[in-house]
């Protein structure tokens, strides 16, 4: 990147913060705080929260888990900074446009497929193991996919390619997601939609009636790479529907590896930053990084820490 890229880039980061806030810094593991389940707990709704138009119902014990799946962050936009920008839209403004198309602040991240596809599957060990310790019952998958209702949901193939965030200009605390790649445990399938032009939460609705459950839960957690270190990140996303709400939590933070990942960076015109991922240091990261983040997410779920949750539903 030349010396004016860069320098037009710094400048449309300060403009920006200022317009639109920018973030905290995500936290490395070793300085979050969470080294046993007492302190996770604690710390579970520092690091989720929830739309308060759509606060998710609580007062569940059996559960449908329709979907359990990783959101891989692909491709992304991250600022110079450490504090990531609340909005990013240099890209769509003339003096922004010439920076982007040079390769400025643009993100490519190379991951093991293989390892790609195990990941989801250690994970969902985990969170199921959680659930269970905090008193839920899950339903079983084959009396879930046998349902009728179940029939008619639109799937998605693993490694699903989301394409929907190609143009988002909303930042997290490690940069702007702009592709993911989603990767179900093995089991579940990836829910896009509803096949006769319901919503998804309306056929869950109807799936929980008839398998005799209390609610119905989607889980995806998002995972990636910011700067050198693994990350699960920011609107990872918890949706929970019973049969009179719905709603979701929401990660309200990223937490990064202590331990670097990344073995090689290119950089490339218009493409920008190709970073390529070490898949052994990546999954020994990720795998320090998942059991709090998966415990945390667990307890929101099971303890409902936050005020708003009680108020909206008693």
Same mark, same amino acid.
């Given at each position: 990147?030349?010396r004016t890229s860069l320098k037009c880039t710094r400048i449309w ?5 200022? &317009?639109?806030?920018?973030?905290? !810094?995500?936290?490395?593991?070793? %300085? ?9 707990? /604690? ?16 007062? +569940? ?10 959101? +891989?962050?692909?491709?992304?936009? *991250? ?14 403004? !003339? ?17 093991? %497929?293989?390892?790609?596809? $195990? ?8 969170? $199921?193991?959680?659930?269970?310790? $905090? ?11 046998? /349902? ?21 200009? &909303? ?11 989603? *990767?179900? /445990? ?8 509803a096949k006769d032009g319901r919503s998804v939460e309306d056929v869950?609705? *109807? ?18 790479? +910011?700067? @050198? ?29 202590? *331990? ?18 070490? !898949? ?7 795998q320090t990084l998942y059991p709090p983040y998966l415990t945390m ?5 099971? @303890? ?9 539903? $008693?």
């Amino acid at each position: 990147m030349n010396r004016t890229s860069l320098k037009c880039t710094r400048i449309w980061i300060g403009f920006l913060c200022l &317009a639109a806030g920018c973030h905290e !810094p995500a936290a490395r593991l070793s %300085e979050a705080g969470l080294q046993d389940t007492a302190k996770m707990k /604690a710390a579970s709704g520092t690091y989720w929260g929830q739309d308060t138009a759509k606060v998710p119902p609580t007062g +569940y014990r059996k559960v449908v888990l329709l979907e359990f799946a990783v959101e +891989y962050v692909t491709e992304k936009l *991250e600022s110079l900074a450490d504090h990531q920008p609340g909005v990013v839209i240099h890209e769509f403004i !003339p003096i922004g446009l010439v920076t982007s198309l040079a390769g400025a602040g643009r993100i490519r991240i190379q991951l093991d %497929e293989e390892l790609r596809k $195990e990941l989801p599957n250690e994970m969902f060990r985990h969170f $199921e193991a959680q659930l269970r310790a $905090e008193g839920l019952e899950l339903v079983s998958q084959e009396k879930i996919r046998s /349902a009728a209702a179940y029939q008619k949901l639109t799937l998605g193939e693993p490694g699903h390619t989301d394409l929907g965030h190609a143009f988002n200009v &909303a930042g997290t605390d490690v940069g702007v997601p702009r592709l993911l790649v989603i *990767e179900p /445990a093995e089991g579940f399938d990836v829910i896009l939609g509803a096949k006769d032009g319901r919503s998804v939460e309306d056929v869950e609705k *109807e799936l929980i009636r008839e398998v005799g459950a209390d609610a119905a839960l989607r889980a995806r957690f998002r995972v990636s790479v +910011y700067r @050198q270190f693994a990350s699960i990140e920011k609107w990872s996303i918890l949706r929970v529907t019973m049969d009179g709400s719905s709603g979701f939590h929401f990660a309200a933070r990223s937490l990064l590896s202590d *331990e670097t990942v990344v073995s090689k960076e290119d950089f490339l015109p218009v493409a920008g930053i190709i970073k390529q991922i070490d !898949p052994e240091r990546f999954r020994a990261a990720i795998q320090t990084l998942y059991p709090p983040y998966l415990t945390m997410a667990a307890q929101v779920l099971t @303890q409902a820490p936050f005020s708003t949750v009680q108020s909206a539903t $008693e």
